[in-house]
């Protein structure tokens, strides 16, 4: 015995005829398909979470590399020269597991360097330690190319990390595999993530710089730099920031405010969440 009422088979009938009319064969543009969804979400068949991945697998397709790429400037990087002791600080204190290696300039790139490769020198001391022998083949892209076509070729050739590079042939910044996958799925942190450490607000990079997060108190930037930000102005550091900006940021920006460089890290298109802090900037 059929328990369904009339009233819910006639909203089956009806929400499936227009699914299979989203999904015909007939030309459909996005729009009208994202309304298809949206409207799957309201009739209860895909929950919250499963429609944003699917606008962002969708919104792929659009995106270039360039649009969601590690700028130059923030790319963790390790000379083709350092020693055994000063690639093992960089990677302890980096928490990454990949790094680019380049030669006499950042432009000079060599190869990439797998954390893993280390472990047979742990505890051997410096011996016969040579970076250029564990380096491995690194992919370079242009800026360009489009993320889902990057996103097969990591799957197709097993690679999680690519340089891109500018229409000169030099370094523009760095894609990973993991950048490519937020775009669909939302942020992705690890136990390596500020963030993933509420009580870290402000935590030191390799290159001098601070990671810092848009929730830290603006008494507790002040106490950690010995400065005096306006604490009047706003509770947090991202209110602060905004405020100097004048709008909400997009990542990539960035002001100056006292001798400190402020640059969006991350954020969204409700607020900003990390901030890349370079004090002595005047």
Known sequence: MNEESPASSSTQRTWLERLGHAFSSEPRNRNELLEELRHARENGLVDGDTLAMLEGALSVSDKQVADVMVPRAQVVWLPIEASLKEVMRIVTESGHSRFPVHGENEDDVLGLLLAKDLLRYYGSGEGNFELRLLLRPMTLIPGSKKL?????????????????????????????????????????????????????????????????????????????????????????????????????PERGESVSILDFLFEVTKADDRRVHLFRVRPGTK
């Open 148 to 248: 889902n076509l990057l996103l097969k070729d990591f799957r197709v050739n097993r690679t999680h990390m690519a340089v891109v590079v500018d229409e000169y042939g030099g370094v523009a910044g760095l894609i990973t595999i993991e950048d490519v996958l937020e775009e669909i799925v939302g942020d992705i942190d690890d136990e390596h993530d500020a963030e993933d450490k509420p009580e870290v607000h402000i935590q030191p990079q390799p290159d001098g710089a601070f990671a810092v997060q848009a929730l830290t108190p603006v008494d507790t930037f002040n106490d950690y730099f010995d400065v005096r930000l306006d604490t009047e102005a706003a509770d947090t550091i991202g209110g602060l920031v905004t405020q100097a900006f004048g709008h909400l």
